[in-house]
């Protein structure tokens, strides 16, 4: 599982591109592994998803550990430029009322 | 058969628009082609075939394109609809005269146009109008701008002088402006061009139903459920407690709402689960697939927790035991059918089937023993033959024995035989004719409850009911023992199959009348 991390200016935060495809039983162990202590080290996240065309539930279930994760340490977990198929999961889920999801990077940006 | 004034009514012959390349596409998205999915359990496609059968076609021109395989498999023969099916392949540059050409019809007879892709909500209209010497298009008002619904009622000359193809953008221009057209305006047709028209319909065909929920035979909805109107749930459908349903839901049949499942403004297919806790919100749902209209996206789900296919209960070995003790249990009755058709049967076990003059030659005796005679493939009389025999109505004892008279080569509706010229409707008001199903025609909520025959072959027919086969079966077990205390018509008499045309149903009689 490739994460891209990047500093961001003049914040406590971080963005986080996924560069996988998919984000499945397959491959969510290290995307946890890879992701946590970068939600351990930084107050705002922000998760690139343009890349990821398919999450299984595995997938979810992981994006809402690292949402627990975050809000225990009152930080903030925000996704942006999510793909029409996985918008179409996460609103199906619901869980587009438990995220904050951003169409662009400006607008998560912005919202910090 | 029509006038050739051009001022005649209806036509006998329709030509079915089931492919057009290259113009507007059928979204194979949901994995079939859009004219076969389900609107409130009928696709675009049957619609469009009843709509050309209750307008009096009798035989109906399929052109046929990239999804041959399924439309053919789907309409057959067309003797569920009392009409004759021709196939062909619609090349994708042919312009639409000469497609026509090819079909060697009359240049003086009008004939039903017809688009699969958008259909009219109601029945086709009436159309008479001696100044419209080409035809009839059907249109519709798009905020003031007359748009062609793709049906309407042409000569032969007209449609073979088209120069488009079907799916030429020009062709409606062609439609609504040619000489000697005269627009009839109906209401906005049903589309299946986009997923979206898709949902669009579903939600007109809910604000015209009468009632606002209907829901169909064998569906359990939990009392803890919530349904909301308009909504449509189709037979054999089952939802859990604390689901939202509605308002604009139509479920089709088998599918499965799982608890507190929230269904707005979508479209459920059939045999489909919806897992639990879902927010299916604007969406059309076919098994796996989600296509979500406010997005433009179809996707696949994988995940069986949330959608899935459900594939028809695999019987267990206590089931299908079950069956064939039923089925042991259930012979002596085919023993009793077959005695009563071979003993008890008249001096004449021939039946006549009469034709008015000129139309076609008279076909002559057919021999409806279950023995069929030996006949050439597509000889009129063993067809009819092979199609009473083969087919479990009641009725059936009351051919061999020459009681009941077949009537033309097709049985029809009512409606349809009001719509025949009048030397076939006279024929069809002399001899009734019984082993007709009207319940294929009209839907199993239009029947009557005197239609109950008809509703259970109907639903045996169609879903491969059990409790519904059990029902027949039981039924005429009893008109069969009722015969045999009192032999003759009267049981028969009392059938709605058996007399299926309205009017006289309580006064109808069927008795055996040499011809």
């Not at chain 2, 540059?93 to 090819?102: I, M, N, P």
């Not at chain 2, 499942?261 to 989600?290: C, Q």
């Not at chain 2, 959608?307 to 064939?324: E, K, N």
């Amino acid at each position: 599982m490739q994460l891209d991390i990047e500093k961001i200016q003049d914040s406590q935060g971080t963005i986080v591109i996924i560069r996988s495809e998919n984000l499945d039983a397959g491959n969510v162990k290290a995307f946890k592994d890879r992701l946590l202590p970068v939600l351990e080290n930084h107050q705002s996240v922000l998760l690139d998803m343009s890349a990821l065309t398919f999450v299984d539930s595995s997938g979810l279930g992981a994006l809402l550990s690292c949402l627990r994760t975050v809000n225990n340490k009152k930080g903030q977990l925000k996704l942006f430029a999510m793909a029409k198929p996985v918008q179409a999961l996460f609103e199906l889920v619901r869980m587009h009322r438990i995220f904050s999801i951003y169409n662009t990077r400006d607008e998560a940006l912005a919202a910090l | 058969m029509m006038a050739s004034n051009g001022s005649s009514a209806a036509s006998d012959i329709g030509i079915l628009l089931a492919a057009q390349p290259g113009g507007k596409t059928r979204d194979p998205a949901l994995g079939i082609p859009a004219i076969l999915l389900s609107l409130h359990e009928r696709s675009l496609l049957q619609r469009a075939v009843e709509h050309l059968v209750r307008g009096g076609c009798r035989q109906i021109h399929v052109a046929l394109g990239d999804d041959a395989t399924a439309i053919k498999d789907f309409l057959r023969t067309g003797e569920r609809w009392g009409c004759q099916m021709r196939y062909h392949y619609l090349d994708p540059q042919e312009s639409l005269g000469r497609f026509v050409r090819r079909l060697e019809l009359d240049q003086e007879h009008r004939y039903w146009l017809a688009d699969a892709m958008q259909v009219p909500l109601e029945s086709l209209p009436a159309l008479a109008n001696p100044a419209a010497a080409a035809g009839q298009p059907l249109c519709w008002s798009d905020s003031g701008q007359q748009r062609w619904t793709g049906w309407g009622l042409y000569t032969g000359t007209f449609l073979m002088a088209c120069d488009k193809a079907p799916a030429d953008e020009s062709m409606e221009r062609l439609m609504l402006s040619a000489g000697g057209l005269w627009p009839h305006n109906i209401e906005r047709p049903l589309s299946a061009t986009t997923l979206a028209d898709l949902l669009d319909g579903s939600r007109r065909l809910l604000a015209a139903q009468a009632n606002p929920v209907i829901i169909g035979r064998n569906s359990q909805i939990h009392p803890e459920a919530t349904i909301i109107a308009p909504v449509f749930i189709g037979t054999r459908v089952k939802v859990a407690a604390g689901a939202v349903i509605g308002p604009n839901v139509a479920i089709e049949s088998g599918a499965f709402i799982d608890q507190n499942a929230h269904l707005r403004d979508s479209v459920v297919m059939f045999d489909t689960y919806v897992g639990e806790e879902l927010d299916v919100h604007g969406i059309i749902v076919r098994g796996r697939l989600l296509a979500n209209i406010s997005l433009n996206v179809v996707t696949e789900i994988p995940d069986p927790t949330l959608l899935a296919v459900l594939t028809p209960d695999r019987q267990s070995a206590t089931h299908r035991m079950l069956g064939g003790v039923l089925r042991l249990a259930l012979a002596p009755m085919y023993g009793l059918s077959l005695w009563q058709t071979r003993i008890k049967r008249d001096d004449q076990p021939r039946v006549t089937i009469p034709l008015p003059r000129g139309s076609q030659p008279q076909p002559g005796q057919v021999d409806v023993n279950l023995a069929l005679p030996e006949a050439r493939p597509g000889n009129i009389p063993q067809r009819l033959s092979e199609h009473f025999c083969r087919t479990f109505y009641p009725g059936l004892r009351e051919v061999m024995r020459g009681h009941l008279q077949l009537v033309g080569p097709t049985p029809r509706s009512a409606h349809a035989v009001r719509q025949m010229p009048p030397e076939w409707r006279d024929l069809y008001d002399e001899y009734r004719c019984g082993l007709f199903n009207e319940a294929l025609l009209q839907g199993t909520a239009a029947t009557t409850p005197e239609d109950q025959f008809a509703g259970d072959a109907l639903a045996c027919a169609s879903q491969g009911d059990l409790r519904a086969t059990l029902k027949l079966l039981r039924r005429y077990l009893g008109l069969l023992l009722r015969d045999l205390w009192h032999p003759g018509p009267l049981g028969i008499t009392r059938s709605a199959a058996t007399a299926p045309f309205g009017a006289n149903r309580e006064n109808t009689r069927i008795t055996h009348r040499p011809i």
